[in-house]
């Protein structure tokens, strides 16, 4: 191409852009262009030869020594890198912080083995992405006749802390959607109706990612209700709203509470109940939800029982919105550890759970994710042929 451009007599000239460094080193990085476009970033595996940037780090920032906060200062003792932490998580759809958070933290964790898992997760994100297709991303798409909504994990978050802020008495049902939920809801129309009722549904998970892409809809991100939670707490710091958590054992909420008040001391916990001990007087928890004041109900008995226990039970609440969170209390209580990091980024935190809880996970995991696949599979097909046949009626017409 550039000898093309010579030959041409189009125009060919350098840009030249300054990088802040590890420890502030001016890195002066030159960009060939051709006709104003940038023809390859020779200058950038330069600089990975001489040192200056690494093979895995912090995006590159503008120098500008007059903005450095204290969290840009950390970040710059570290080299900059071609593969950025960022990138890797959008790729995975769990950027739930910002760039700058995120390379904050990876300056404060940059031990060989994290740069390992992140190359390595890049590696095989671009070996997976090889084909080319174009997405679009609707505010909705349909998942088996469920309206999920298709939104990043900030505007969840926001939506939420909306809902709570209003003072027209209406009240909000959420719902997190994962491929076990879709499976139950695909043949329970009654499960089906409650979620379509939701204010908004959340996608979660990388089956139900690969179901929309089939659809031709590209994820904001996966929202899952694990990730959102410490995001969401620290919210309810700030707002003040009142929680209070429904479900799990006894033993597991003490945990989960004084869990949550040692990470965040300013959160106003109203109460909690455990799933079970309610049963034989459903009034006696109604009224006692209501004595607490709550604002945010969590509900955690597992999908589709806490969705049907949220509709019929809302109307007497007091509570201006309600989440379905599954098993969220486990996690947040230890009772259940998490996947490793590098594992998330991967989208493969399914197999951490299924090594966990082989008894409990194998059937939802083993059968219940291939039967998931197989009928997002098929339902793509069927409505790509029932647009295709449309197409075809309306030439015909015409």
Known sequence: RLFMAVLREQPVKWFIAEYAGRNLQVIKHRTLLVCNVALADFDTWLHYVKGNFDLVG?????FNISRLSPQTRQRLQVSPGIIHPYAVKRASGIAHKTEAEVSHDFACEATAGRRIQLLCTHLLQRALGTGKVTLSQPRLFNLFGVQLANVSMQGAIDNIISALGERDGRQHHYAFVNA?????????DQYKTLLNNCEHVFADGIGVKIAARWQGVELAENVNGTDMFP???????????????????????????????????SLNIGGYCD??????????????IN??????LLVAMGAPRQEHWIAANMPALNAKAAIGVGGL???YSGEVSRAPQW??????????????????????????????????FTASRRADAAAKNANEVTYDYV
């Open 329 to 331: 209390f486990d996690f």
């Open 291 to 296: 004595r607490s004041h709550a604002d945010l």
């Open 58 to 62: 912090p995006a590159p920032l503008k």
């Open 275 to 288: 799933g079970f001990s309610h049963q034989d007087n459903p009034q006696q928890l109604i009224e006692k």
């Open 180 to 188: 076990d939920c879709a499976n139950q809801y695909y043949g329970d």
């Open 231 to 265: 995001l969401l707490c620290e919210r309810l710091q700030e707002t003040g709203d009142r929680l209070y958590l429904l479900g799990a054992e006894q033993s597991v909420l003490e945990k989960l509470v004084k869990n949550l008040h040692s990470a965040y001391p």
């Open 343 to 376: 594992l998330r980024e991967l989208s493969m935190e399914w197999v951490w759970r299924l090594l966990m809880q082989p008894l409990d996970k194998g059937k939802r995991y083993l059968i219940g994710n291939p039967l998931f696949l197989f009928r997002a």
